[in-house]
């Protein structure tokens, strides 16, 4: 799903697997979810970012915190380089490991 829709990442196998680690989880009603996720004041609730490396300053990626999961709370945010490449992932978040018990909601022919 992240190479469907965002960069290629067949050859990323650690990344992709520490990236779902630290990002994904199951939820109990995944069609509400789901539409939650359609609304564009839900998408935001449940999108996050993961900072990719660059394998230059930085070897390994790491989560960057939604300011929307804590409304009315100050974060600071940490500073980025320049080139820094963000994944945005919002219903991805809960999609993958829904595939692993119903692989039809991921709708790809093969």
Excluded at 57 to 83: C, H, I, W
């Amino acid at each position: 799903i992240i190479s469907y829709r965002h960069w290629n990442m067949m050859d990323e196998t650690y990344l992709v697997n520490d990236i779902k680690k630290k990002m994904c989880h199951v939820e109990t009603d995944f069609r509400a979810a789901l539409l939650r996720c359609a609304e564009p004041s839900g998408k935001e609730s449940f999108m996050n970012r993961y900072v990719l490396p660059n394998y230059t300053t930085r070897s390994a990626g790491f989560v960057m915190e939604n300011p929307a999961t804590y409304p009315g709370q100050t974060r600071v945010m940490p500073k980025l380089e320049d080139d820094v490449q963000i994944l945005r992932l919002a219903n991805e978040r809960f999609t993958i490991p829904e595939a692993i018990f119903s692989p039809s909601v991921l709708q790809i022919e093969e």
